[in-house]
């Protein structure tokens, strides 16, 4: 029979050669080789897919020891986690998502410093620049530390900031 043949046609697939790599051998068995269903010889046997995957069918489910269902579970067990610590996933689809809410706007560098200096120069302290703005310290500090991103400030404080101290924090 001829290489690669998937043993369902000519002679049947009963024959005595290894459909793989075509050598005679009186031990062939099926293996699922790249989707087909072959009869091989033990050299070629290693390449029976099913048996990589652990589970002896064709059907591509894999068992524990194959890598990529490995990688197929561990992914599934991360979105059930995920799903199950923010309820289900259905709410991105119902709610949706608002970016543009008070966005913060690019900054420029060292916005943080510029903040520092411009509210100590104008005899402030963070509390005082903080109830002038009806804004919360914690967010205040933030920009001044230079981490309004990682903090979660709006862009209105950003602003409000900008007017009330007289400095540019905002690339455009």
Known sequence: MAKYSTGRGGG???????????????????????????????????????????????????????????????????????????GDSKHWERKGTNYEKDRLPYLVSDYGDVVAAARQDAGLTVEELAAELDADESDVEAVEQGRATRAGVGGSLVRAIEERLGVTLVDE
């Open 12 to 86: 049947g697939g009963d024959g005595d050669s290894c459909e793989l790599c075509g050598r005679s051998s009186t031990k062939l068995r099926r293996a699922n080789v790249s989707g087909a269903d072959l009869l091989v010889c033990p050299d070629c046997a290693p390449h029976d897919d099913s048996k990589h995957e652990g589970t002896g069918d064709s059907s591509g489910g894999g068992g524990s020891d194959g890598e990529p269902n490995r990688k197929k579970r561990a992914a599934q067990r991360q979105a059930k986690m995920y799903d199950q610590a923010k």
